[in-house]
């Protein structure tokens, strides 16, 4: 901090001593350290302060980019969405426009014929009515 070396601290403090006094240079020696503590902490409680500021700012920006970063993300995302459902929505109407309509009735087997009775759960096959 000060370029301040022990034969200058040694001519301070014998004019420290002619000037105040050998009684009251200790209390003042005291005092002065007293001061001296509560300036360090001052400033290191400045120096505390504007770097979580800094840490704070840093923080704030890099939010905002991952912020811009997934809006981006969304935005891409949604896109391809619509354009995956606008071409499923035109593949469903070529189909349906290609496909023949089906028929009103579906044919139904004969009283005797060979196809297979499939069981329905609770109910034999032999016990329902055919329609």
Do not use: C, W
């Not at 350290?33 to 704070?56: C, P, T, W």
Request: glycine fraction near 4%; hydrophobic fraction near 40%; charge should be negative.
């Amino acid at each position: 901090m000060f370029d301040i070396g022990f034969s200058e601290l040694l001519v301070i403090a014998v004019v420290a001593l002619v000037v105040i006094g050998p009684e009251r240079l200790p209390r003042a020696a005291r005092t002065l350290g007293h001061l001296f503590g509560r300036m360090q902490r001052y400033v290191n409680d400045v120096k505390a302060d504007i770097s979580r500021e800094m840490e704070l700012e840093e923080l704030r920006r890099l939010q905002a980019s991952m912020q811009d970063a997934a809006r981006a993300f969304e935005s891409s995302v949604t896109k391809e969405v619509n354009e995956t459902e606008k071409e499923f929505t035109k593949l469903t109407e070529t189909e349906t426009a290609a496909a023949p309509p089906p028929s009103a009735e579906a044919p139904r087997p004969a009283a005797g014929s060979d196809q297979l009775e499939l069981k329905l759960e609770g109910e034999a096959a032999a016990d329902r009515k055919p329609a």
